[in-house]
């Protein structure tokens, strides 16, 4: 199941790598990108975004790429966290009941059919059940923390883009303002128009940085929400296992002495 879920993980990176590369040709084909100063009429709020992203300046790259990683990475993690959730409480009555009706091999096989980290889980304690609760929950304990390192995969992307991006945000926003005050003690001549032009291209990584910064926070914490419950959903599901095995094994021994 584990495997599954890796080569599914594999293709969604694939796709990131396909993303980012179409998000950097469409910012490049943009209008204004090049370097060179745009039209005048798409010199406001509503003109292209090529327009828009060259007028914010040099910073605004890494700006780009802190966007299209943590969009990716978000979209990504949701979709591997949503096709690993399973109806817990139905997948320990299957297993409890094969386990009690026709013993490890059965419930080895329902634990084989089912995807997910809690299915993972309860099949590495199954296959040491011969060797006692002990071994039981030594395996548990390493194939949790294998399937939790799994589903943190990804993580400290959003989370990096997420604090990263305001804070380029802000350094683009100051150079740019260094750059105005600059040219404002160079020019012989200064109106208002120019002032406040430059202070609203100056404004654009700023707004960018927490455009950014907000919807990847909330991605972040979504994220860590569905794997709190995934492990959540292991522990109690690895103590009903253990129990029943304890349980089984004493049944088994007071048949002995009979």
């Not at 040099?58 to 959730?85: D, K, Q, S, W």
């Not at 683009?172 to 128009?193: D, H, I, N």
């Not at 929400?225 to 959903?233: P, T």
Request: a neutral charge; proline letters at 3%.
């Amino acid at each position: 199941m584990a495997q599954k879920n890796r080569s599914t993980s594999a293709l969604a990176d694939l796709l990131i790598l396909v993303v980012i590369l179409c998000c950097a040709m469409a910012v490049a084909n943009s209008p204004g990108t090049a370097g060179t100063a745009a039209p005048a009429g798409r010199e406001t709020a509503v003109g292209g975004f090529g327009s828009w992203y060259a007028r914010g300046g040099v910073f605004m790259h890494p700006l780009l790429v802190c966007a299209v990683a943590g969009a990716v990475f978000i979209i990504e993690r949701i979709y591997i966290l949503n096709r690993a959730r399973v109806d817990t409480k139905a997948l320990m009555d299957q297993v409890l009941k094969a386990l009690q009706a026709e013993g490890v091999d059965a419930a080895l096989k329902v634990c084989e059919s089912t995807r997910g980290p809690v299915a993972s889980v309860l099949h590495a304690g199954l296959m040491r059940a011969s060797s006692g609760p002990d071994a039981v929950r030594e395996a548990i304990e390493a194939a949790g923390a294998i399937e939790i390192s799994f589903l943190d995969r990804g993580l400290v992307v959003i989370a990096t883009s997420s604090k990263v991006a305001p804070m380029l945000g802000l350094l683009g926003t100051a150079s740019g303002v260094t750059a105005l005050c600059a040219a404002v003690a160079a020019a012989e001549q200064v109106t208002a128009k120019i002032v406040a032009s430059g202070i609203q291209e100056a404004l654009i990584p700023a707004i960018a940085g927490l455009c950014i910064a907000i919807p990847c926070t909330i991605g972040h914490s979504c994220c860590v929400g569905m794997i709190d419950r995934f492990v959540l959903e292991m522990e109690e599901a690895s103590a009903s296992l253990v129990n029943e095995l304890v349980r089984l094994g004493r049944r088994q021994d007071a048949a002995r002495h009979v």
